[in-house]
């Protein structure tokens, strides 16, 4: 789909916005804003990528990569890149550092499936280790480490009740 242009919101003006959900959310936004209501503050910001230090930027988004079916989109020796799994939605991107890894980390990835056991043997035969499983009264995850460390968690999928 072509670039399209806001004429409607001249805080764009002359802009180009290639997502026509963005879009449509800058007007709405826009509209809100031109209307003194919440939620038109917030037009100008949007999720593009979450980064991953990496030792091995190159052996970590390909291990990604598998996780996820993700496309690589960009591969050089001090990053790569993966394909968003939805359209505008943020990329993965592995950018390497000198150091490695040495404490828990504060922000981790969630992965929802309907086979956790079957996916958790699918990526710990891509190269994750076991780190722990936890079990609440209304779901179960699994935790694993890619790699280099990092946390991440495979979760079951709640029933919707429509079965």
């Known amino acids: 789909m072509p670039p399209t242009q806001d004429p ?14 963005r879009l449509s959310y800058l007007r709405t936004a826009s509209a809100l804003r031109a209307a003194g209501r919440p939620g038109g503050d917030f037009v100008d910001i949007h999720l593009r990528a979450i980064a991953l230090d990496a030792v091995d930027p190159q052996r970590l988004g390909r291990f990604w990569s598998e996780v996820t079916g993700r496309e690589i989109i ?11 799994d939805t359209p505008g939605g943020p990329v993965l991107l592995f ?4 150091e490695s890894k040495v404490v828990k980390d504060r922000i981790h990835l969630d992965l ?3 086979d956790r056991a079957a996916e958790v043997d699918r990526i710990m035969a891509l190269g994750a280790t076991f780190h722990s499983e936890v ?3 209304d779901h179960e995850w699994t935790v694993l480490q890619d790699p280099e460390g990092n946390e991440f968690c495979i979760i079951q999928a709640l029933s ?3 079965d």
């Open 74 to 84: 960009t591969s050089r020796p001090d990053l790569l890149r993966l394909a968003s």
């Open 135 to 137: 079990k609440e009264t």
């Open 8 to 21: 409607h919101n001249p805080s764009f003006a002359g802009r180009t916005i290639a997502d026509p959900d």
């Open 95 to 98: 950018l390497r550092v000198p």
């Open 160 to 162: 919707t009740g429509t």
């Open 112 to 114: 929802e499936t309907e």
